[in-house]
């Protein structure tokens, strides 16, 4: 990880033996365990991408290569930063539910 507190924290977690997911799991799908054992990988620079997870065999059913739009940058998520009351929060809830369901306002 990029974060040094992160890296300090997984360094002092006692060591384990790792476990094969399909020992744990044995009654799951080979290819579900093999993209989850991908996704899982603590190296960032060695998990999967989105990418190849979407092109996983495992999801191959799912996957329809022309109606997966991908997103051309990341998402702002800085709203999520604002220091909101109890009631802001309802009130935007409530406004949030009426444009769902505008035949209630």
Do not use: G, W
């Not at 190296?43 to 739009?69: F, G, Q, W």
């Not at 109890?86 to 444009?99: D, G, H």
């Amino acid at each position: 990880t990029r974060n040094e507190d992160a890296r300090k924290y997984i360094r002092q977690l006692p060591r384990h033996p790792r476990q094969p997911l399909a020992k744990v799991f044995p009654h799951v799908n080979p290819l579900a365990i093999d993209l989850i054992d991908k996704m899982l990988t603590i190296n960032p620079r060695k998990r999967i991408t989105v990418e190849e997870a979407l092109e996983h065999p495992y999801l191959a059913k799912l996957h329809d290569t022309a109606d997966e739009p991908v997103c051309p940058e990341p998402f702002s998520f800085d709203f999520e930063q604002q220091i909101l009351s109890e009631e802001q929060i309802k009130e935007m809830i409530y406004q949030e539910a009426l444009t769902l369901n505008p035949e209630y306002a």
